[in-house]
């Protein structure tokens, strides 16, 4: 039986996993440099946890120097099947209220100051990033934050801006006239990078606030945010815990998106034009194909 090994993208509010078994951290050096932090392994049942803080210890990191090739680059050496991400963000809906949890399923990325991918001159590809979760996985954590307690959304698009500082108000309420449902710092471009690396990658978003635009209630800002935090990671942990139960036992089958083979047919670079250093680089996100 093919068992499952879940590497745990963690955000703001959730920067440990307690209840692993047989847990011990392991130091991973990639091409891409220095991920976050060690990654902390461990199991619950028989499905294997991969955790990694991307923020680095003590919050280190601003989502702009979040070395997120490195991230996903090590989380592909580790061994991870899939990658989900628990990520804070504001919400841009009414509906959407501090507490509860979304399943993003689509992305608008406003980022500039990030590498956003692991191939470029010398071995150029382009995936497919139409639909840019795993469906399955989504399905399957939005299941286990109910059973945590959590008010889940199934679906809504995150607003992936640069920071670190938050939105304007004129900034928040366009974003909200493109039909974002959430913003948030961080899940671009690794949900890019997750495709390319062929990991079934999903995105749980806690709410933490409202963002600016809604005139009832104050802007956003870091005191009205940490309580909410603390609330929505223990909430998380829980969640972890409860998809770790439920796929414990289980036979991980690919995922039906094709995520595994995403690069089948992506790198257009003929083979006598590539860059040698390049694909040296690419040796754990695409040594499939290479």
Known sequence: ?????????????????????????????????????????????????????RHGAGHALSPSAV??????????????????????????????????????DQFIDRTFAREKSFFGAGCVAHVSLADPVCARLSGLAGDAAEAAGAKVHRGGTYLAMEGPQFSTRAESHMYRSWGAHVIGMTNM????????????????????????????????SVEAVLGILKQNGETAAKTIGALAHMLSGTE?????????????????????????????KLDAVAGRVL
Do not use: H
Not at 85 to 102: C, I, N, Q, T, W
Not at 270 to 277: F, I, S, V
């Open 252 to 280: 991980r089958t690919s995922c039906a998106q094709g995520i595994e083979t995403a690069l089948d047919y992506a790198i257009i670079t003929a083979p006598e034009a590539r860059d040698a250093a390049l694909v040296a």
């Open 1 to 53: 039986m093919t068992k499952w090994t879940l590497g745990i993208l963690g955000g703001s509010g959730l920067y440990d996993i307690d209840g692993l078994e047989a847990a011990r951290d392991e130091v991973i050096e990639t091409p891409w440099g220095t991920p976050s932090a060690p990654l902390k392994r461990g199991r619950i049942g028989d499905v294997e946890l991969v955790f990694l803080p």
């Open 189 to 220: 471009p690794e949900a890019k990078l997750a495709r390319e690396a062929e990991l079934p990658y999903a995105t749980l978003a806690m709410v933490t606030d409202y963002d600016c635009w809604r005139e009832a209630t104050e802007a956003v």
């Open 67 to 104: 070395n997120y090739r490195a991230n996903i680059d090590a989380l592909k050496r580790a061994g991870c099947s899939d990658v989900l991400s628990v990520s804070a963000v504001g919400s841009l809906k009414e509906d959407y209220a501090p507490g509860d949890f979304v399943l993003v």
